[in-house]
């Protein structure tokens, strides 16, 4: 896993905004005290940052040299997203223990094992393929080929519910701009557009769990839900599908915070051919915050075919 390019952080910055209303949120999540102080260093890295910034995925701008440029050091420490934050509190004068305290709630994505109330979004599932290393995956971690969420299967057909309380922010095929990549995706959707791949795309939904992660369910077969929605958990979403590159139905479950500063990069020859962005915003394993459950099933199946932004 490497940092997330230092050009770049700063669009990173821009991508935490909760749409949960704060009466819904966990009452463990890390952001409840000093919330108004967080709100207003979270503003001020917007403000300060994110808007001269948002030629990335803003259409008609070009891409910054960064997005072209990968990294070329690995760091496992969190000064990503979080330097260029504690930069904007540093000019807010944020010197107060209580100020600095918030500070830091602001830019660290929280422990995923302090995450609650996460459910399975498929009852009683295989898992076909786990988070982890996996031979034609097409995200690339510490060198090998990575699948980057958790794939679920039962049946076609059968229901997916929410993992987790949360507000819909992406349902259908209309979900890049919400899966935290890091990049200009202009190229990638004017290559959809005049090959009119959208077809081809997974049918998927991206909530906002409203504790600092979102969670990503990619294959549906058909959706029930749409953008804005809110949702508890256990909620229906949709149906198990094989849309986009999928070999069978199944779930592809993800789970991501915008607050990471760690990445994950594409292979670039399925970038260039995309024409997607290098990098990904760092997912965790599922298996983190999801409950305990029985036995795995052995070996991973095929469920999944390299694809991209098919998901997987
Ligand atoms: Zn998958």
């Not at 990968?70 to 420490?77: A, F, K, N």
């Not at 830019?107 to 109330?117: F, I, M, Q």
């Not at 949360?166 to 919400?178: E, M, T």
């Amino acid at each position: 896993m490497q940092a997330i390019p230092v050009d770049l952080r700063p669009v990173v910055a821009r991508w935490y905004t909760s749409t949960v209303p704060r009466h819904r949120r966990s009452r463990r999540a890390s952001f409840r005290p000093s919330a108004r102080f967080a709100r207003a260093v979270a503003f001020a890295a917007f403000a300060a940052f994110a808007l001269p910034a948002l030629s990335p995925a803003s259409p008609g701008t070009p891409q910054p040299a960064a997005a072209r440029v990968p990294p070329t050091s690995m760091s496992s420490s969190p000064s990503g997203a979080a330097g260029a934050v504690a930069g904007v509190a540093g000019s807010m004068r944020a010197d107060t223990p209580r100020d600095r305290r918030a500070v830091r709630l602001v830019v660290a994505p929280t422990e995923p094992s302090r995450l609650r109330d996460y459910r399975w979004p498929v009852a009683h599932p295989r898992i076909t393929l786990p988070f982890g290393p996996w031979r034609t995956a097409s995200r690339i971690v510490d060198g090998q080929a990575f699948h980057d969420g958790m794939d679920l299967a039962t049946f076609c057909g059968d229901r997916v519910v929410a993992a987790h309380d949360g507000v819909v922010l992406a349902a259908g095929r209309h979900y890049d701009s919400q899966m935290g990549w890091i990049g200009d995706l202009k190229p990638y959707f004017d290559r959809v557009d005049a090959k009119s791949l959208w077809t081809t795309l997974p049918i998927v939904v991206v909530i906002d769990d409203g504790n600092g992660y979102r969670s990503l369910y990619a294959h549906f077969g058909r959706i029930v839900v749409k953008r804005g929605d809110t949702v508890r958990a256990g909620q229906l979403l949709g149906f198990e599908g094989r849309t986009g590159h999928a070999s069978g139905c199944h779930l592809h479950y993800g789970l991501f915070s915008p607050l990471e500063t760690k990445a994950f990069a594409i292979d670039p020859a399925v970038a260039r051919h995309m024409k997607l962005p290098l990098w990904e915003i760092a997912r965790i394993d599922p298996f983190l915050v999801l409950p305990a459950r029985g036995t795995l099933s052995g070996t991973p199946e095929s469920g999944a075919t390299a694809g991209g932004n098919g998901i997987e």
